[in-house]
């Protein structure tokens, strides 16, 4: 245990931080209640346009753990990463319902301006 311990810190760089890994244990997990509702509300969101809800909930999951995990694991950076609902309201609620497009067409808009940008 000791031995994995060490590997951990020299890997992330605990103690040159400043910080202990019971601190970066208690602060992952505050950091996954605070992203956790995230789920839920935007599986609601998005479900209001017509999307499986199911689906959307498990995108949402996949997307946050895979995008906090590079930045963990890759970058090195403690950071986590979600969807924005502020994004995804102005998608349901003005592009959907609002304009009248359908949530298909509205996801390729998305797409399409993602690899624009």
């Given at each position: 245990m000791k031995k994995f311990q060490e590997?951990?810190?020299?890997?992330?760089k605990i103690s040159q931080r400043g910080s202990t890994?019971?601190?970066?244990?208690?602060g992952?997990?505050?950091i996954f209640?605070?992203?956790?509702?995230?789920?839920?509300?935007?599986g609601g969101i998005?479900?209001?346009t017509g999307m499986d809800f199911a689906a959307v909930f498990?995108?949402?999951?996949?997307?946050?753990?895979?995008?906090?995990?590079?930045?963990?694991?890759?970058?090195?950076?403690?950071v986590g990463l979600a969807s924005g609902m502020g994004v995804n309201a102005f998608f349901t609620y003005v592009v959907v319902r609002e304009l009248?497009?359908?949530?298909?067409?509205?996801?390729?808009a998305v797409l399409i301006s993602g690899v624009l940008f």
């Open positions: 590997s951990l810190d020299k890997f992330f890994i019971t601190k970066e244990l208690i992952g997990l505050t209640l605070a992203m956790v509702y995230i789920l839920p509300v935007n998005l479900s209001a498990a995108a949402t999951a996949i997307a946050a753990a895979i995008a906090s995990l590079i930045m963990g694991l890759y970058a090195n950076y403690p009248q497009f359908t949530w298909e067409e509205a996801l390729a």
